[in-house]
């Protein structure tokens, strides 16, 4: 990835404009994406077309396929977390979006996967926590602020 074009799309990530911040966000899943060009794209869609119909374990073997070939490939971590969360293993959605951290620590959809995670969880500081690092790469994301607002009311 190239590190200056990542780091001018961050700051636009923290514009006022919304759409110099839409285009920047666009543009950074797009990288994410093709991080491992079309070999590693070929895998997220063969695994988006499982999951879309219903073939959740054939998309969990996909993207553990894709992981174990490709450990640093960290949307294919993101992916797998994704799906993790969405049938409700939220332990494992966990260690997936913390690995994605690691690989890639501006990702901001894993720190709110991460924060979806543990407010389900009921652990209502750590999803702060995750909440307000996705915040920190992107200012204006509403949901984040919302979010943080019902996890401190939860607490409260």
Known sequence: MDNSSIESLLEDLKQP??????RATREL??????????YGLEFLQRAQRAIETGKISEAEEILTELINDQPDFAEAWNRRAVLYYSIGQYRKAIQDCEMVIKL???????????GLCYATLKNYKKAI????????????????????????ARIS
């Open 104 to 114: 890639n620590p501006v990702h901001f959809g894993a720190f709110h996967g991460l």
């Open 129 to 152: 926590h995750a909440f307000q690092n996705a915040l920190e790469i992107q200012p204006y994301a509403l949901i984040n602020q919302r979010l943080i607002l019902e996890c401190t």
């Open 17 to 22: 404009d919304e759409n110099i911040r839409d």
């Open 29 to 38: 899943w797009r990288i994410w994406f093709h991080q491992k060009g079309i």
